[in-house]
């Protein structure tokens, strides 16, 4: 009889009616969370710091479907428009993403630094993350201008009018991570911290990782939409 | 009170169905080919949604009246389901409903599905805030070029027909719309502005105007009458009042009309026929 | 701040002062009470509006006197003009649908009870959870400022539905009234709850994955979890694209894009591109609007009903004292509805220019997406079936919710099939069907909600003569406004006409349009009773005990009302499923979630034998 500490998805081998009532979990059964088993007494810590890892999944796949949304839109816009004029790319647009992708990396060495608990290298690598962030939205902001300086505006044509909207709209959400990023780096590691405000602020980190690789990941998606999607 | 709440609930459902068994107040006669059958397959489904409404007020009536706490009543059956019964359920419903979305689709398809069939007489329509215009191909059969920029209020060229073009010499405009008894119909919806909705209730029939759209519609209308004409898209202040009329017209009544000549004697002419005929209602 | 071990108490000190307790709170119960009282406001403005919407449709020329001085511009002498009736239904529309039937379902009822139901002592982001609260306010009054932008025309706000279809509203001021400033706040204004509402939605579901308390596996969380749940999982997945949606609309009204709007439009006589205010517009395409309105709209719908089904669940098998029948089966309902709903937005677009075989393909969805609602109405009958009925209040509404789903849900049989469409679309039966399923019903969910907590959230009883009285004029009332609505649109009355006078064939329903007006004035009336039973009872209301229904779940578990950490300190452990009524052989009618298994001679010392826990059924 399989009878787990978490038989909410295990031993249904065995065909029971159960008429759609509750199957009986073992007392103690902490949920699904199998690893936290019963009576965990990190239960509290673990998950108050896994919180966040979660909240930023969520909150990634919302900004994914808002990013899919306009796409659709722009599928349909590109299909249906015989006024569609597509635009020359502005070359500075390559730089951004250099920029863009190198930052995942720090980012990544920053927070293995943090977990290997070298305090200074994650301070540094950090920083560099944030600069490399600004380094991309400047480089965002000088494709506008290269563009405005060819007359070319938002409402000139249905390409430029989804350029500048998915670039400012993948903008603002970039400037969101790297407040974060500004954020950690104010939270210093503090002298007498305890082992749970240890793993909040690894979570914390952990969290700006999957949001700020989830942007990376979200502008090499557009710069492949905006210039190799090919209407007509 | 459990008592109460089911005669209640039994009371309501009666009154309900009696609403719509009575036909007091029902869908007008039908004009159109396709309404035999899109009424047939409106009863069938309200049939099958009248007994599911009665049946379910009425179990559900049961249930508060049989199952009240009172004193003598034992202590509640303690039962988490049946999957048995989840199962019958679930797939007796999918059956009745995916058939009923399924028996659906005759009438749609044979109106959507295909194009108009050769021979539909055109008309195309142009919508505009608060007012319908039909453009007639005339004797020719063919349409004159339309432009946006040719539009004016002024000189009542409301839909920019291009008078240079020499098919749009005998084309008729007008603010009603005539169509013949028993011949298809192919409609050219188009919008000036905003979206509009095109609502004959006799026709059952009805179709978006989008604006930067043509769509292509079809219908037989076979009864010689007026009916009236009406908008259902919201489409700004006078909605309400954005209606006109459609005259179906005899074969040799209706040739007659497209042979008159643009302009006042097409218009005097359609307005004659527009005071002949009466509108159900006011038989 | 933790010293490493589950047993220690470890309570959070409550704030101090006035602002951080009940303005700017933390704690999830105050803001769930902020946003039940939002919602209590808003429905007070949107149900006054449909009553002048009323009193327009069946006596179009009367004049009211009060009307003309508060509105002088929509309503000169009192007598209400067309496009003051068409902003009376925008606003009517998009209050009761994002301020009302969004905000209390979920923001309200959720956020208090969904952490307590789980054991948790607060939502997972506080902070979070008051800033989704207060953008959502910020959002209410951006719309009630749309109604008095007038502009230079004589309209007292946006005009367009709670659709907003485009090109109308996308247009401006050159659309005619209605089109000007008031339609551009009218956007804000939603865009801003979509973000408020996104906040939410991360919130709940984060909370509920992480935050269960011990022994709260998934399969013994009360139903009303898995609907907050649900919902929260729909509104992250469309209000994002309503937000998409409102920014590119803002965007052709105000920066002269044209994502909606096509070429060459000749809109008050004036060409697209030949004057300043009307600037060249190409391509765009209206139909755009509506997918992408409609994949958030449908969606919502759902995100309305949803959490009224799962108290209609919950409270029905507390009254009933029976475990809620084929618990399973309505989890799977609920997340079927969920998954379905993301597939059939194409069926508000039959007529709309899409291509005819999509629209095939969205009826059939539609349809089947009848079989989990279906499956619902079976097994609230069936958890009937068998019980030992306490009528109280919250039960009337609980039942007359299950009649009111069955009865506005079953005519979408009607209105899913593309043929049936083609007379139905826009006309009154439409309107029936939607407010009796997504207005209604979810409204007496809430009904029956308040009534059931109210007990624990202000550690009052609301009174139940009145509670009565309010359910019996209000259950008939609704069956009286919109039953012959159905008829109405059977006739081929359409929608968001001001007035029916111009139309020979809807002059026979005039007793009817009246009939209904009068019973519609009736049932707002009879609101006050509510809202003089909720201030009322909240001084004077009989002290409630902590379990006053000898109800199970966790909430019932903790004092009334509840600590500021919920639980003073001492999460609690979970045992059993969520609804152990009248178990055979137990000492009470009831066995609370907290209750250790022992406590129940017939499944044994460990409990867990699967077969011994069912085999009461056969």
Known sequence: ?232 | MGRALAVIIWILTLLSVILFVSKKWWFPPAISAHAPALDRQFMITLVVVGIAFAAAQIGLGWMVWKYRDTPNRPAATYTHGSSRLEVVWSVITAVIFVGLALMGQSVWASLRFNAAPPGSYQVEVVAQQFEWNFHYPGKDKIFGRTEPELIDEATQNSIGLDVSDPNARDDQVGKLLAVPVGRPVELILRSKDVIHSFWVPPLRFKQDLVPGMAIHVHFTANKVGKYELACAELCGQLHFNMKSVMLVLPEDEFRALTEMPPGKPFIDRITELRDKYKLPEEQ | MSDGTHDAVHRHEPPKGFIRKYIFSLDHKVIGIQYILLALVAVLVGMIMSVLMRLKLSWPGTSWPILGSLFPAGAPGGVMGPEFYLSLLTMHGTIMVFFVLTTAPQGGFGNYFLPIQIGADDMAFPVLNMMSFWITGVGFVVLLAAIFFSGSSATVGPIGGWTGYAPLSALGQIAGPGQGMGMNLWIISIAIFCVGSLLGALNFITTLLNMRTRGMSLMRMPLTCWAWFTTAVLALLSFPVLLGGGILLLLDRLAGTSFFIPGGLVVSGLLSGSVKQFPLHTGGSPILWQHLFWFFGHPEVYIAILPGMGATSHILATFARKPVFGYRAMVFAIFAIGLLGFFVWGHHMFISGMSPYSAMAFSIVTLSIGVPSAVKTFNWLGTLWGGKIRFTTPMLFAIGFVSLFVAGGITGLVLGQTSLDLPMHDTYFVLAHFHLVMGVASIFGMFAATYFWFPKMFGRMMNEKLGKIHFWITFVGVYSIFVPMHIMGIVGMPRRYSEFTQYRFLDSLHPLVVFVSIAAIITVLTQVVFYFNVIWSMFKGQKASDNPWEATSLEWTTATPPPHDNFAGHPPTVYRGPYEYSVPGAAKDFLMQTEPETAEAPLGAEGISEDGHDGHKH
């Open chain 1, 1 to 232: 009889m399989a009878t787990t500490v978490t038989s909410t998805n295990v031993g249904a081998k065995k065909e029971i009616d159960r008429g759609g009532g509750p199957r009986f979990p073992g007392p103690n059964g902490n949920g699904s969370r199998k690893r936290n088993g019963s009576g965990d007494p990190l239960f509290e810590q673990r998950s108050s710091a896994a919180r966040y890892r979660i909240g930023t999944w969520v909150a990634v796949a919302s900004i994914a479907m808002l990013f899919t949304a306009l796409t659709s839109a722009y599928i349909v816009r590109a299909a249906s428009a015989q006024d569609w004029r597509p635009l020359a790319m502005p070359r500075v647009l390559w730089l951004s993403t250099a920029l863009i992708l190198f930052s995942s990396i720090t980012l990544e060495t920053a927070r293995k630094s943090l977990k290997q608990l070298f305090e200074a290298a994650y301070v540094r690598w950090l920083s560099l993350t944030a600069i490399l962030g600004v380094g991309f939205l400047m480089s965002q902001l000088f494709a506008w201008r290269q563009l405005a300086r060819q007359g070319v505006y938002l409402a000139s044509n249905p390409h430029s009018s989804f350029f500048y909207l998915l670039t400012a709209t993948h903008g603002l959400h970039l400037l969101g991570g790297l407040l974060a990023i500004v954020y950690l780096l104010f939270r210093k590691r503090r002298p007498r911290a305890d082992e749970l405000a240890e793993a909040r602020r690894l979570a914390h980190a952990d969290a700006v990782a999957i949001y700020w690789h989830f942007m990376d990941g979200l502008w090499i998606y557009l710069f492949l939409l905006l210039f190799l999607w090919r209407s007509q």
